[in-house]
């Protein structure tokens, strides 16, 4: 197990609603990155956030952002949700900025748009 | 475009064998592949991280090739165990894309006792 928990574990939303997803890092870490994973593919990137700014995203609409706070804990939002949001939402922190590094990813929190 | 592949169809071998899976990209030249294991509602693991000038990296019964001619790394397991059984998952440093990690699709490997 890694140090990288995120919450809730599980969400069910509505199309049209908000929703906004926590992660904490492990220890030492200042690089959180977010993925989306649906079922039966890889994760894709989402964005990544070194102290406390983005520095990096992947081919996702603006109404996914995010926010890494001093502690470098991070929060997902998504904006006017789709069916196509449902998804295994993963973070990822690391020691460093961009991906050369080892990631450490937390359990993940399971999204459902209904 | 930029692609990864890996085989999408399920690895069946028996325990004690040697698993080998293959990971495929073409249009870009990375600097770093990493290779990851996840198990079903859990989070990727870290296994290996190779860069572009080693051709071979080990880690216990683990060992990863990187071939950056072919554009290819192979990733086996010898001595296969049933525990070994989980989606494994590569992960090239994307250059193209502020040198992010653009995962593959994931290879499920079943390890049969």
């Known amino acids: 197990e890694t140090g990288v928990t995120q919450s809730p574990t599980h969400l069910i939303k509505t199309r049209g609603q908000q929703v906004t997803l926590r992660c904490s890092s492990q220890s030492g870490h200042n690089t959180v990155s977010w993925y989306q994973q649906a079922l039966g593919q890889g994760p894709q990137f989402i964005f990544q956030?070194?102290?406390?700014?983005?520095?990096g995203r992947g081919n996702f609409p603006p109404r996914f952002s995010g926010l890494q706070f001093p502690n470098y804990s991070s929060e997902l939002n998504v904006n006017a949700l789709e069916l196509d949001d449902s998804a295994l939402y993963l973070c990822?922190?690391?020691?460093?900025?961009?991906?050369?590094?080892?990631?450490?990813f937390g359990p993940g929190t399971r999204l459902t748009v209904t | 475009s930029q692609k990864i592949e890996q085989n999408s169809e399920a690895l069946n071998i028996q325990e004690g064998k040697t698993a080998t899976l293959t990971c495929n990209y073409t249009?870009?030249?990375?600097?770093?592949l990493q290779w990851y294991r996840q198990d079903p509602g859990r989070g990727p693991v870290f296994l290996l991280l190779i860069r572009e000038n080693e051709k071979e990296k080990r880690k216990e019964r683990l060992k990863v090739t990187f071939d950056t001619t072919l554009k290819q790394s192979l990733f086996h397991i010898t001595a296969s165990q049933p525990a070994d059984s989980a989606t494994y998952l590569c992960a090239p440093l994307n250059n193209n894309a502020g040198n992010m990690l653009t995962f593959g699709g994931g290879t499920r490997l079943m390890v049969k006792p």
């Open positions: 249009n870009y030249s990375p600097a770093y």
């Open positions: 956030y070194y102290r406390e700014e983005e520095n």
């Open positions: 990822a922190s690391s020691m460093g900025r961009g991906q050369g590094y080892e990631q450490y």
